[in-house]
């Protein structure tokens, strides 16, 4: 099982930028796809985006494209998410997740799975 650690929430102004880090442990930490989910207070948890184990694919929602970026560093067992022109509506613990089993290709439904960080708080303020 691959260990997930987030960093980089916050407090920002919205139109305001953040880059989320998620740090993953384990010797084949770069073989699995990865995404980012949030969880807004009173709401369910909702995919962000997804990155192929390669990194050469990417899904996004809607609510994100053209806003945020995820990327991947392989040497680095690491994996971003750029976030800029932000909304009070992007408020939420954001969480980084593994795909349940290695070489795959990413999907946006949290089920697939089966490793997940502790979140990081992102707050916009207006």
């Known amino acids: 099982q691959v260990q997930l650690i987030e960093s980089g929430g916050g407090l920002v102004q919205a139109g305001g930028s953040l880059r989320l880090s998620c740090a993953a442990s384990?010797?084949?930490?770069?073989?699995?796809?990865m995404g980012w989910f949030r969880q807004a207070p009173g709401k369910e948890r909702e995919f962000v985006a997804a990155i192929s184990w390669r990194g050469g694919i990417t899904y996004y929602a809607d609510s994100v494209k053209g806003r945020f970026t995820i990327s991947r560093d392989n040497a680095k067992n690491t994996v971003y998410l750029q976030m800029s022109s932000l909304k009070p509506e992007d408020t939420a613990v954001y969480y980084c997740a593994a795909h349940l089993r290695e070489y795959t290709m990413p999907t946006y439904y949290s089920t697939d799975f089966g490793s997940w960080g502790q979140g990081t708080q992102v707050t916009v303020s207006s």
């Open positions: 384990g010797r084949t930490a770069s073989s699995y796809a």
